[in-house]
């Protein structure tokens, strides 16, 4: 029999995961909690969820929970609820790190996850800490399963959620350069996110080279692709995509920031 979901904190995040399992025609039973009753409907009347009253509720229900509240309103919640022993708790917390959570879950089996939004769609990978059969069998649903073997490597994983996040502004900003030369919005959108698309793709189907070296092997002397590079690297344009991920892991640890 298939495992109960049970979500509390129910904000954007929680509509990835929903999307994500009721798109990879995962049917399970999935209770959330009551604080963001707007979104709680929607995700009821969309995806067949459950709606509880109480966050009491949800933890009584599911055999899995996954806690996607914000790091500040962790505290909160978990004096506010009390759970069964052995339940497995996931936990979709930015910046807070496993040994916290085992201290305050003191008698159930713990796990870090950190879907993106892509996880709606299937894709993007799915960082998982530490490794657990029943947190894989459900997440592996929502895109590629990166099983991490340290927290350390896991925090890394985090700042590469918050990476995937900028990518949108950067491919806007493409976008709005064809729209500015008079490409009409629709094209040009198609024609930006293709052009990625095509990268990744061919990156995958070449496993044994290096990212670098097929750059180089595109970007030969001569070229127009070399030339832009060449602008691009003069630039400075890849240091400050460095520098925000050196931001992002600094901030983690003392702050707790939610990606």
Not at 19 to 37: E, H, T, V, W
Not at 104 to 121: F, G, H, K, S, Y
Not at 174 to 179: A, D, I, P, V
Not at 201 to 228: F, N, Q, V
Request: proline share 5%; glycine share 8%; hydrophobic share 40%.
């Amino acid at each position: 029999m298939t495992a109960t979901l049970g979500i509390l904190g129910v904000g954007h995040l929680a509509s990835y995961v929903v999307a994500g399992l009721r798109n990879a025609r995962d049917d399970r039973k999935i209770i959330l909690s009551p604080r963001n009753q707007q979104r709680q409907q929607m995700l009821v009347k969309s995806y067949g969820c459950e709606g509880a009253n109480s966050n009491q509720e949800v933890v009584d229900t599911a055999d899995i929970l996954l806690l996607c509240v914000r790091p500040q309103q962790l505290e909160n919640l978990l004096e506010s609820v009390k759970f069964s022993p052995g339940q497995l708790v996931v936990s979709c917390i930015a910046g807070v790190p496993l040994a916290q959570l085992q201290r305050q879950l003191r008698d159930q089996i713990v796990v870090r996850t950190m879907p993106l939004a892509c996880a709606e769609v299937g894709q993007g990978a799915v960082p998982v800490y530490p490794s657990n059969a029943q947190a894989t069998e459900l997440l592996r649903r929502l895109g590629t399963l990166v099983e991490l073997n340290s927290e350390a490597e896991f925090e890394l994983a985090t700042v590469a959620a918050c990476m995937n996040g900028w990518m949108f502004s950067y491919f806007d900003h493409l976008t709005h350069w064809y729209q500015n030369q008079g490409l009409e919005p629709a094209k040009a959108r198609e024609l930006v996110l293709a052009s990625v698309n095509g990268a990744v793709a061919l990156a995958i189907a070449r496993p044994e080279r290096g990212l670098g070296a097929i750059s180089d092997s595109i970007a030969t002397d001569g070229t127009y692709t070399k030339l832009g590079l060449d602008l691009l690297q003069q630039r400075g344009a890849f240091e400050p995509w460095s520098e925000a991920c050196d931001a992002v892991e600094a901030a983690l640890t003392p702050t707790h920031p939610s990606a």
